[in-house]
């Protein structure tokens, strides 16, 4: 690639690591923001979780819309959106403003990401360009997570207001580049105008999408209120059969139906929902157990977890050498086993293991998502043709958002249920909930990520299965198709 090219993707990665960093400088903030602003409990939990909302709630709208609006207006416009609803929470005086201002934050990063992930699918050439591009974009996403802890402990020591202010000063660097950068490009609509859109199925889709999200984010929230839960459920679940028969019935569908049953996209989407899920749960309940048992500072937990980060380096040095020799499926097996590896590892942690014991675990975590992230993300859009490649991105950040908060709602649920055993077992002993006892509630929610690494594995294994299927079927095709001239001239080659 040229110059401009790597200054193309610098910039379009810019905006992933942008959209980790500054969920992982928010989740770092939260406790001071609370205790500032005086938040109740339920408050701070929605200030996080209104962003899931939006973010997951919107994606694959906005994957779709970068397609029929055009990949590049939709990239300046939401980068532009996020900019702006970064800077006015760092303004906010009450909790209602925080909630606002990080749903329209995250709805911004739901039309921002899946038009990066498709400029990137459409701008570099279909293989190992491509596939290099791809890569770095996944080792970029994982560094900004990873980094955004550690400066997010940083930016909060001075004041959690600049956790809000400093995406603004790179998002408004990263605007002003791809203003230069990003070609001129028209969408699918250019032409017909809105009237080719299909806005029914775009309001059931992201009716369907919020309700499922707000569904999952309950799960989290209140157990307890179980009625409005399965409500929003039921809901959802009308909205997409709803959506299903709007599409099948449009001329121009928002999203081509088809595009669900195959096999190589719907394998990779379902791998990157449990991957990424088992990944955000692991890390949730370290965390946890870092602070709430060991008694470590939000920074000492950052710069303790940091080492996860090595997929930053990973990615894009040590994965396209392994993905252009065993090919992206092999690597992604390699991916789960290693993912399963970590977490196992970890099953037994005790009461006060030292920094040593938890290192290898927390390295081999990161080194699977090197292996798995990026290679799920080229097995998800290759197949896929250069007018649905905003749709195939929408897709995958729907399924990593929804993977993300699923694993951590069903970290949380387990744990709450088995503290909640454990609590009933230490009045009847005890009196009292001790350390052992929430350090057994601990290693149970970890059976979680395990549990979702294990079912990604053999899912894997499947799509790993089917590549060798049709290589084998396109290698004897390929064998029979040259053996036909040969039969034809009585198995010798016509002088001819």
């Known amino acids: 690639m040229g110059t401009r090219a790597w200054a193309l ?30 938040l109740a409990t339920d408050t701070a939990a929605w200030v996080m979780s209104s962003y899931v909302l939006g973010y997951a709630g919107f994606t694959l709208l906005g994957g779709r819309a970068a397609d029929l609006l055009g990949r590049r207006r939709m990239f300046l416009l939401w980068l532009a959106v996020f900019l702006a609803f970064s800077g006015l929470g760092g303004f906010a005086t009450e ?48 560094g900004g997570f990873s980094l955004g802890l550690v400066i997010g402990g940083l930016l909060t020591s001075l004041g959690w207001r600049w956790v809000f202010f400093a995406p603004v000063l790179m998002a408004a660097a990263l605007l002003a580049a791809a203003v230069r950068l990003i070609p001129h490009q028209d969408g699918q609509l250019a032409h017909t105008g809105l009237r080719g859109f299909d806005l029914p199925g775009a309001i059931t889709v992201a009716g369907a999408m919020l309700l499922a999200a707000y569904t999952v984010v309950r799960l989290e929230h209140d157990l307890d209120d179980w ?110 086993v290693l993912a399963v590896a970590a977490y196992g590892l970890f099953l037994p942690v005790g009461m006060d293991w030292p920094y040593l014991a938890m290192l290898p675990t927390l390295f081999v975590a990161g080194t699977a998502f090197a292996l798995a992230y990026g290679p799920l993300t080229i097995a998800a859009t290759e197949r896929v043709g250069d007018a649905e490649q905003g749709l195939a991105s929408g897709l995958l950040h729907t399924s990593s958002q929804f993977g993300s908060a699923i694993g951590i709602s069903a970290v949380t649920a387990v744990y709450g249920l088995a503290s909640t055993g454990s609590a009933a077992t230490g009045s009847a002993s005890s009196g009292s909930t001790g350390p052992e006892e929430t350090l057994s509630a601990f290693r149970t929610a970890l059976v979680v990520p395990v549990a979702m690494v294990a079912a990604g594995l053999l899912i894997s294994i499947l799509a790993l299965r089917a590549v060798r299927r049709a290589s084998q079927v396109s290698s004897d095709s390929a064998s029979q198709t040259s053996a036909k001239p040969a039969q034809r001239s009585g198995g010798m080659a016509s002088p001819k």
Request: hydrophobic share 60%.
């Open 9 to 38: 993707l610098l910039v379009l990665c810019g905006t992933i690591f942008l959209e980790g960093a500054d969920i992982a400088m928010m989740a770092i903030a939260i406790p001071s923001i609370r205790s500032d602003l005086g």
């Open 227 to 336: 009625p409005l839960t399965a409500a929003s459920a039921l809901a959802a679940l009308v909205l997409a059969v709803l959506f299903v028969a709007v599409e099948r019935r449009c001329p121009n569908p928002l999203v081509r139906l088809g595009i669900l049953r195959e096999g190589p996209v719907a394998r990779a989407n379902l791998g990157m929902l449990l991957f990424v899920g088992a990944f955000f749960g692991f890390q949730f309940v370290v965390t946890l157990y870092l602070q709430e048992l060991r008694g470590w500072s939000a920074l000492q937990t950052a710069i303790a977890l940091v080492i996860m980060g090595c997929d930053a380096v990973l990615a894009p040095t040590l994965t396209p050498r392994l993905v252009a020799r065993f090919g992206h499926a092999r690597v992604v097996v390699a991916g789960f």
């Open 95 to 142: 909790g209602w403003m925080l909630v606002v201002a990080r749903f329209v934050t995250g709805m911004a990063a739901a039309f921002m990401t899946p038009a990066a992930l498709s400029l990137i699918t459409t701008s570099y050439e279909r293989g190992p360009q491509r596939d290099k591009a791809l890569l770095v974009y996944a080792g970029t996403a994982a």
